[in-house]
């Protein structure tokens, strides 16, 4: 049996040269903990080993001609002799050896090494002879009962067949020591015993026994010392909370040392940014109670004097006047001398020179004290700004499959400019949003010039290729299924070609895309749609059949304006054939309105423009998204058969707020015109209302004009229905917070107020809330208004939207709370 305990080591690096006996140069020692490097899948049979040569012992000095190894059954010949460096043609070196030994002992393989150097028939012959440690053949697991083995497996870093190696051993121990803390168990134990099987010299058992105690709770944080700042405020700043009732639905209660030591730096930390510089967190106390169960945290805090800016100036190498980086300090005369905004302001100077070229400048703050009062501070910033920097080699790393190029066109800099922070960023940013990495460094790399900066931009690719097939039920759609084929870094190109499914009770759409953001290596834009949609409204079906052909080009480069790709332009040529009838979602069979029901080509030409500040494209926490279309389909102009001017103007705003929640504000406003004298705006392209893309809490598409009609049937006395046609404009709303509920899983809670609702011809926007109409409003009155609250869940197949919606004044048909689920992103 082999214990846990490291052996002592024996004779370490030591080199014993014996001439006495025939043969032998000898060493031996114990291994340096050091993870392998390269390990057999399995015990194999012992290999084929040299013969030690048979010969006199060699001397100093003399001449080796061959190198081996002996005794090495699972590690490669090639893996001892990579660690020596003896070579054969070398003279024979004490030194060297010893060297040698110690490089094949910080493998981690071996129990014992010696080294036999003979004078044989051929020349000097040195041979490793190893004496390798037994492979793993099981990892076992005792005394687990609170936590279950499959997790503890996760944290063990120990592979059937591997070599023992002590050092893995006991880091894994210490891992399952951690897990146990983590889930409240803070005295568990854990110890190792490494065993072999009966007749089994060569492999071992690793048995983990785990003592597991029971758990202890964090029962109280005591604070002493702390006068200007109370209690409640510091600990909501610390991780390491007292434990309550509800203590199971989160970590609250457990103690982490590591959390633990962190809050004594997040303590201090707090203080300096109220401008307490002197502050001092004594060594905490740390008390047991007498069941085991209960921690009781003592820490003492020596606040001091808190500090005030006396004055603020700036000394060294300015590049522009004293006064404008005074004020980029961002503290005055009275100010608190917070320490964050000092950093910050420092900070600022610093990018300012960073941007100028000047890539190693530095900022140094000097503090001396004013007069009798010591906390009253002259704050003086120091500058020295080094040599103007240049940028060297940019060299791409870690793409395997996606091109050079492809990367390199995203970077703002390029070889030869002058060095700069803000467009380092940048092009971080924008190689980023791309969505083929899972992470991207920018780094600056020194050369043999302190004027010239090399640039190293390491990628981690992620799989771009999907395939998604997903299937559902809604309440709206009956059944839904959605299926999506596409790869978003067609051949390492940048390309995307996508191909969509979808299939429910309402659509079916088959949408074949291909882009490419840079055509023909120049910034211009292309993209090209072939689809076939058919679609089931409240009280008609619309089945169109064509193409988009769309190229765009960043506006702000077109125009000279230094705001990167955030705002673009497009020009989009759309063909379809559109057929349109009567029925639709509701059943309803209504006679048609001829020129409402007139189907046929639509040839459009539309211009758009993106302004699109975003920090995330798929889950946005900040910034904006702004478009503005206007799309034009006339039968001079385009040879269009259906003949309309449409516009359309779109504003989302994304906020952070708190705790990971952000605030999502949306406002959409539309408005269509016929360029016909004699055919209206077809009812396909009218604008409607209500449901998950526009108004929740209505039923999808029953918000709008409204008509009372006869049936198909034509019989004069036959009850009327209702006809939704669709207005000319349109005015939607929506404001949502968006907050975490299982972060790891990516399922996300909403809460909403939708305002809205689609206007007929010649009915302008009354903007009157239906709050503040009486029970007889119509559906042209006013604006309608719901409020609701949903789930989200980000899944491999989509994402997922769970959503109630209450309208606020419904009227006499309309339901009180409306459910819709659907599989696609909210705005």
């Known amino acids: 049996m082999v214990d846990g305990k490291l052996r002592a080591a024996t004779l370490l690096g030591a080199l014993v040269i014996a001439l006495a006996a025939p043969g032998a140069l000898y060493a031996q020692g114990m291994p340096r903990l050091e993870r392998p490097d390269i390990l057999e899948a399995a015990p194999a049979a012992p290999r084929q080993t040299a013969e030690l040569p048979r010969g006199q012992a060699g001397a100093e000095g003399q001449e080796v001609v061959e190198v081996r190894t002996s005794g090495n059954r699972r590690v490669e010949t090639a893996t001892i002799l990579d660690r020596a460096q003896v070579r054969a043609g070398m003279a024979l070196s004490r030194e060297q050896i010893s060297k040698d030994i110690q490089r094949i002992f910080s493998l981690g393989y071996f129990d014992d090494v010696k080294v036999d150097a003979t004078q044989g028939e051929e020349g000097l012959v040195v041979t490793f002879i190893v004496e390798e440690k037994p492979a793993i053949d099981e990892v076992r697991y005792r005394g687990n009962d609170a936590v279950n083995t499959d997790d503890i497996e996760e944290v063990v870093d120990l592979q059937r067949f591997s070599i023992v190696n002590f050092a893995d051993v006991s880091r894994s121990a210490a891992a399952i020591q951690e897990l146990y803390r983590e889930k409240g168990h803070f005295l568990a134990e854990v110890d190792y015993e490494i065993t072999s099987p009966p007749g089994r010299e060569d492999l071992a058992i690793v048995t983990f026994e785990i003592r597991e105690h029971a758990k202890v709770r964090v029962k109280r944080v005591t604070l002493l010392g702390n006068e200007a700042i109370d209690d409640a405020e510091l600990k909501n700043i610390m991780a390491t909370r007292e434990g309550h009732w509800l203590s199971f639905l989160t970590r609250f209660g457990n103690f982490r040392e590591q959390d633990f030591q962190e809050d004594l730096q997040r303590l201090m930390l707090y203080y300096y940014h109220q401008g307490y510089l002197a502050v001092k967190i004594g060594e905490p106390t740390i008390r047991l109670s007498a069941d085991k169960r209960d921690l009781y945290l003592t820490v003492r805090i020596e606040e001091g004097p808190r500090h005030y800016v006396e004055s603020v100036g700036v000394q060294g190498d300015l590049i522009t006047d004293a006064d404008t980086l005074t004020e980029m300090v961002g503290l005055d005369a009275g100010d608190v001398l917070a320490y964050g905004e000092m950093q910050m302001g420092m900070q600022r100077i610093k990018r300012l020179y960073e941007d100028a070229g000047y890539a190693n400048a530095r900022v140094v703050p000097l503090t001396p004290s004013s007069g009798e009062d010591a906390s009253r501070v002259n704050l003086m910033l120091n500058i020295t700004r080094g040599p103007m920097v240049s940028i060297g080699r940019i060299e791409v790393v870690g793409n395997v499959k996606t091109r050079d190029l492809v990367v390199r066109r995203e970077m703002v800099l390029g070889e030869g400019d002058l060095y700069s922070a803000t467009a380092l960023e940048e092009s971080r940013q924008r190689i980023e949003r791309l969505g083929y990495f899972e992470q991207v460094t920018v780094t600056s ?383």
């Open 445 to 827: 790399q020194a050369t043999s010039s302190p004027e010239v900066v090399d640039l190293r931009v390491e990628i981690k690719e992620r799989p771009t290729g999907t395939f998604q097939v997903g299937a559902g039920l809604s309440s709206q759609e009956s059944f839904i299924f959605q299926g999506q084929v596409s790869q978003e870094n067609l051949f390492g190109r940048g390309q995307s070609l996508a191909l969509s499914v979808q299939a429910s009770g309402i659509r079916r759409l088959f949408n074949l895309r291909f882009s490419e953001p840079w055509l023909m290596g120049s910034r211009w834009q292309f993209a090209i749609d072939l689809y076939n949609f058919d679609y089931l409204y409240q009280d008609f079906s619309r089945v169109s059949t064509g193409g988009n052909l769309t190229f765009g080009y960043p506006l702000g480069e077109l125009l000279g304006l230094d705001i990167g790709d955030s705002l673009t332009t497009a020009l989009t040529y759309k063909l379809e054939d559109v057929e349109v009838a009567p029925g639709g979602y509701s059943g309803t069979n209504v006679q048609p309105a001829s020129p409402l029901f007139t189907g046929g080509l639509t040839s459009s030409v539309r211009l758009a423009a993106y302004l699109d500040t975003r920090d995330n494209r798929i889950f946005p926490t900040r910034g904006m998204y702004h478009s503005a279309k206007v799309e034009i389909a006339d039968g001079t102009l385009t040879a269009s058969e259906n003949e309309f001017v449409k516009y359309d103007v779109d504003a989302r705003f994304y906020m952070p707020l708190f705790w990971n929640f952000v605030l999502r504000l949306n406002g959409n406003l539309g408005y269509v015109a016929s360029t016909s004298a004699e055919r209206p705006v077809p009812i396909f392209e009218r604008y409607f209302a209500g449901g998950p893309d526009t108004i929740r809490g209505f039923d999808r598409y029953t918000l709008g004009p409204m008509r009372r009609v006869p049936s198909s049937s034509g019989d004069p006395s036959g009850a009327l229905s209702e006809f939704h046609y669709g207005g000319n404009k349109r005015l939607v709303l929506t404001a949502e917070v968006e907050f975490p509920i299982f972060e790891a899983m990516r399922v996300n809670g909403v809460v909403f107020a939708d305002v809205g609702n689609a206007f007929d011809d010649g009915t302008p926007f009354t903007l009157k809330l239906d709050l503040f109409s009486d029970e007889s409003l119509e559906y042209a009155d006013a604006l309608r208004t719901s409020v609701g609250l949903g789930v989200r869940w980000f899944s491999p197949i989509g994402p997922l939207r769970f959503e109630w919606g209450v309208p606020l004044q419904p009227l006499s048909g309309e339901r009180n709370v409306v459910f819709d689920f659907s599989i696609q992103n909210a705005f």
